[in-house]
């Protein structure tokens, strides 16, 4: 699906002349002008995309994510928003949303996340930053500089 116009599907706002793949599962969300989503992608509720942004196959994008523009996303990247994950309650039932706390993630304007990268909950990635593929991101990576490993560590700087 292409849009040419701003368009409201269901409960998701999707800016001008985004490409979205088939096989993709967006609810609750924004994507901003011109970005291209591909196959097997879903983005939760209260996540954001930004404008010029390409998220590639099988990402995983999830409610309080924050993605500015021109961001670009590997396949397979996984985002989490919760930093002590339960499934139930010291009771024993089924967690629910009121049980426990989204941590906000941001990536900032120009970064790029290559494939099979986990980035944990309450990182920020700085502008034009690049997270090697297969990185585990457990701190805020800085603007203009390049991590990888698992835990993700500085490689050099771009400048």
Known sequence: MNSTNSIKLK???IGKNVKLADFINLYGCTIGDGTK?????EIQKNAFVGKYCKIQSHSFICEGVTIEDEVFIGHGVIFINDIYPRA????GHLQTEEDWQVIPTVIKRGASIGSNATILAGITIGEKAIVGAGSVVTKDVLPGVIVAGNPARIIRSMT
């Open 37 to 41: 989503i591909g196959t097997f992608v």
């Open 11 to 13: 409960d998701v706002t």
């Open 88 to 91: 139930t309650t010291e009771s």
